[in-house]
Nanobody, 123 residues
Framework: VQLQASGGGLVQAGGSLRLSCAASRGTSSNNAMAWFRQAPGKEREFVASISWRGGSTLYADELQGRFTIAREYAKSTVYLQMNGLKPEDTAVYYC?????????????????WGQGTQVTVSS
């Protein structure tokens, strides 16, 4: 089981980035997927999640409206479109595959994790 995240980088405040996470074949066919992030010295926090068929999404309250999660079922890929980025969005972003089709907010709802991709937003 492997998750490959990409799309991170350095961007100025107000800019946009699109993260991608491809899961190895068969790992996410029936399970929810999510993005979490972890800033230096802070705990990993929930960003967004999406259900098995993409019909249900959840967002961290403070990110609603700026971030959008989507998945391409046929490619076992989940995306995170991030707009209006702020310096406080700087973190390593991790994708994860859930233990079930339930798209929860807790890290314990997720079984497999990617290696993370760095997002840095300059002021």
């Amino acid at each position: 089981v492997q998750l490959q995240a990409s799309g991170g980088g350095l961007v100025q405040a107000g800019g946009s980035l699109r993260l991608s996470c491809a899961a190895s074949r068969g790992t996410s066919s029936n399970n929810a997927m999510a993005w979490f992030r972890q800033a230096p010295g802070k705990e990993r926090e929930f960003v967004a999640s999406i259900s098995w068929r993409g019909g249900s999404t959840l967002y961290a309250d403070e990110l609603q409206g700026r971030f959008t999660i989507a998945r391409e079922y046929a490619k076992s890929t989940v995306y995170l479109q991030m707009n209006g980025l702020k310096p406080e969005d700087t973190a390593v972003y991790y994708c994860a595959v859930g233990r079930s089709s339930y798209a929860g907010r807790s890290p314990t709802d997720y079984r497999y994790w990617g290696q993370g991709t760095q997002v840095t937003v300059s002021s």
